[in-house]
Antibody
Framework: QVQLVQSGAEVKKPGASVKVSCKAS????????MHWVRQAPGQGLEWMGI????????SYAQKFQGRVTMTRDTSTSTVYMELSSLRSEDTAVYYC???????????????WGQGTMVTVSS | EIVLTQSPGTLSLSPGERATLSCRAS???????LAWYQQKPGQAPRLLIY???SRATGIPDRFSGSGSGTDFTLTISRLEPEDFAVYYC?????????FGQGTKLEIK
């Protein structure tokens, strides 16, 4: 079945970087755009950016420009989100989410990873 | 950036009642690229509605979406116990994607 499986929880110190992975299975990896969304404890959903797994092109929310890098490995059907210069406000659950229809950049998110908790604390 | 404002913040209803959730956009949402998600504690969001009014696969027909332009509504015709959760609207027609702040649907 179609699923996204994310890497495990992380604890990082302020100023460090974190890299979260999201492994896709059950569909053609390169045919569906992937997004990253985060959710701070008790808060709403915040869009971080999008990656085209086919060519690797990306687009990031302005808030994260310069701190976030999204990449993919087509050989393992995995996308990655790396966030640098971490601060306490980055403590959140990070989700990868696939768009609903193939080759559509502007689309709703129908498949979500289980989420990865990233805690930033000294 | 399109700002989405959901109302009410919290809605207290009983099973069997009808729920009406609102999502208002700061500018017109292109091509009705508006989605609704349900999120339960400790779980990832679940897509309910896309394109403002189309139900996602496997979503019961008690869930319906309507609206266009800047005003959108999610209606749950007859609440089941499993429907009590937080609901988010999202516009995906222009970058950046944005989400509303959520409506918590709680049992009265």
């Amino acid at each position: 079945q179609v699923q996204l499986v994310q890497s495990g929880a992380e604890v990082k110190k302020p100023g460090a970087s974190v890299k979260v992975s999201c492994k896709a299975s059950g569909y053609t990896f390169t045919s569906y755009y992937m997004h990253w969304v985060r959710q701070a404890p008790g808060q709403g959903l915040e869009w971080m950016g999008i990656i085209n797994p086919s060519g690797g092109s990306t687009s990031y929310a302005q808030k994260f420009q310069g701190r976030v890098t999204m990449t993919r490995d087509t050989s393992t059907s995995t996308v990655y989100m790396e966030l640098s210069s971490l601060r306490s406000e980055d403590t959140a659950v990070y989700y990868c989410a696939r768009v609903r229809w193939l080759l559509r950049r502007f689309d709703a998110f129908d498949i979500w990873g289980q989420g990865t908790m990233v805690t930033v604390s000294s | 950036e399109i700002v989405l404002t959901q109302s009410p913040g919290t809605l207290s209803l009983s099973p069997g009642e009808r729920a009406t959730l609102s999502c208002r956009a700061s500018q017109s949402v292109s091509s009705s690229y508006l989605a609704w998600y349900q999120q339960k504690p400790g779980q990832a969001p679940r897509l309910l509605i896309y394109g403002a009014s189309s139900r996602a696969t496997g979503i019961p027909d008690r869930f319906s979406g309507s609206g266009s332009g800047t005003d959108f509504t999610l209606t749950i015709s007859r609440l089941e116990p499993e429907d009590f959760a937080v609901y988010y609207c999202q516009q995906y027609g222009s970058s950046p994607n944005t989400f509303g702040q959520g409506t918590k649907l709680e049992i009265k």
